[in-house]
């Protein structure tokens, strides 16, 4: 923790950002009460908070486990098989047990072994989130999921589309959703530039004043940046017109002033801000998050916690 300016410093990589719904299902994942998490979703009418519910408990689950499954996790899914929110639980906890096994490095690094037990998990977890949506036809997080594994299932941006306007339809600003399928569309799973940027562009242009699908085109161009070799990447980031896009993405968002809920956008802005050297317009949105980073995108740096200190002091700087 570091005092600059009459302000705290700090970096707690929590995927909770101290918001207290989500630490109370953490809290009943570590006393092994499921229950609970599906009484909180069941009792929670917005669909981004019920996403951030899904994915805290997942997570939770993963941390504390790994790649395993333990008894009473599979026996608590087994008695709850009519309930459509322990569906799209057991659905999270299988996409990121997937991912926990395959591991995020590039796919040169990852053996046949974990490939064949990655697609086995994911093809499993795409059953168990078609099934919660069929319990819950108007849930949105089956298709966040689903969204979320086309990259790993290496389904296509067609097929991943699909599941996309999926998603839309039941709620087209849905913050995970954007987010999840500017990620299964990025360059780096091979998807052509273009694609990626032809559906953040026609989002951009749709969106309304406020709306924070405005930030798909921020998380788009950190995409891409990230996918372009080292001595590309600062030419891109110069670019007049990157520049002023995405800064104009970003006060479109913040247009209303209401970004209750939305600090991994805030998170995404202050990273965007930092790559670029825009320090001084970094610093409110490394206030907003309150020292709660989100490892993503900050795991794009090769020090996570300690390049987003560093940036928040420069902002503070700045």
């Known amino acids: 923790m570091i005092k600059e300016l009459g302000q705290i410093v700090t970096c707690r990589p929590d995927c909770t950002y101290g918001r207290p719904e989500l630490r109370a299902v953490r809290a009943a994942v570590r006393r092994k009460d499921l229950s609970r998490v599906t009484r909180a979703l069941a009792g929670q009418p ?152 032809g559906l953040v562009d026609e989002q951009y242009r749709a969106a309304a004043p406020g709306s924070p699908v405005r930030m798909n085109l921020v998380q788009a161009y950190i995409e891409r940046w990230y996918n372009l070799a080292p001595a590309e990447r600062q030419a891109f980031l110069a670019r007049a017109s990157v520049r002023s896009r995405a800064e104009i993405a970003i006060s479109g968002w913040l247009e209303y002033g209401d970004t209750e809920g939305q600090h991994a956008l805030h998170n995404s802005a202050a990273f965007w801000y930092t790559i670029t050297g825009q320090h001084a317009l970094a610093r409110p949105h490394f206030i907003a998050t309150r020292g709660h980073a989100k490892t993503f995108p900050w795991s794009y740096l090769p020090h996570p916690a300690w390049e987003f200190r560093k940036g928040w002091l420069s902002a503070l700087r700045g």
Request: net charge neutral; charged share 25%; proline share 6%.
């Open 46 to 197: 917005d669909h981004d908070v019920r996403a951030d519910l899904v994915y805290v408990a997942a997570e939770e689950l993963v941390r504390r486990h790994g790649r395993a499954v333990p008894d009473w996790v599979r026996g608590w899914f087994d008695s709850a098989a009519d309930d459509p929110h322990a569906w799209a639980l057991r659905g999270a906890h299988a996409v990121l047990r997937a991912w926990k096994i395959r591991g995020y490095r590039r796919a040169a690094s990852t053996s046949p072994d974990l490939f064949h037990q990655f697609h086995r998990v994911l093809s499993g977890a795409e059953e168990v989130c078609r099934e919660a949506a069929a319990l819950a036809p108007g849930d949105p997080t089956p298709w966040v999921l689903l969204v979320h594994m086309a990259r790993g299932q290496e389904i296509g941006p067609d097929a991943t589309l699909r599941r996309f306007g999926a998603l839309t339809a039941r709620c087209d600003t849905h913050l995970r959703g954007n987010e999840q399928v500017v990620l299964s569309l990025s360059p780096k799973w091979g998807t052509p530039v273009e694609t990626l940027q």
